[in-house]
């Protein structure tokens, strides 16, 4: 019973990350943060479990009824669960500066960066008009003002801008979902009641 509790109450917290991980509009760098937090999330859960328990309300029930088993079990399926999203999104290790880079370019260290960019991004970030543009428009418009006085900058917001690594498959089932509603039997059928 503990076990259904625990699988119950760690789909709910799934379910969570799966519906912050949808919506159109969104850039690849929310879906970072999205996925980031939660592996921080299951981390801090995973070594203050038995604290942490009150996230995990039916196996709290559970355990209050007198059910009450070694809990380190959960943690290591939590483990298992963190290595399976480290490994599953082990490409955005590789994109973590870039996206720094995206998200903040007047607050990134240069000499963090490929060695091509840093005098790109200190010259944008010595330049005071960019820095209030940059504080009055959203992020993935500011990227056209750069153009073409920034070509590495804009190269890469243009491939951070480009990514579509989460969104794809909710897209493709909610385009699916529509032409389901529109293609009934009853489309073609012309009525004047």
Not at 25 to 37: A, G, M, N, P
Not at 64 to 93: C, E, H, P, V, W
Not at 137 to 147: A, H, P
Not at 157 to 182: D, F, H, P, W
Request: some cysteine.
């Amino acid at each position: 019973m503990q076990d259904l509790a625990f699988m119950v109450d760690i789909t709910k917290h799934l379910n969570n990350l799966n519906k912050m991980s949808q919506g159109r509009k969104r850039l690849v760098t929310q879906y970072y943060d999205t996925i980031r937090e939660f592996k921080l999330n299951l981390s801090l859960w995973r070594h203050n479990f038995p604290v942490m328990t009150l996230l995990f309300p039916c196996l709290k029930s559970v355990r209050a009824k007198g059910l009450n088993s070694d809990l380190n079990q959960y943690k290591d399926k939590m483990t298992d669960l963190l290595q399976g999203f480290k490994k599953r999104f082990q490409i955005f290790g590789k994109l973590k500066t870039d996206f720094q880079v995206f998200c903040s370019p007047f607050t990134v260290n240069p000499s963090d960066l490929p060695v091509d960019l840093q005098l790109e991004i200190i010259a944008l970030q010595c330049d005071s008009d960019f820095n209030t543009k940059f504080a009055l428009v959203r992020l993935d418009t500011f990227y056209q003002y750069l153009f073409p006085g920034y070509p590495k900058v804009t190269s890469l917001a243009t491939n951070v801008l480009c990514m579509l690594l989460l969104g794809k498959t909710y897209r493709c089932e909610q385009v699916s979902s529509v032409m389901n509603i529109i293609k009934t039997k009853l489309r073609s059928r012309l009525t004047h009641t």
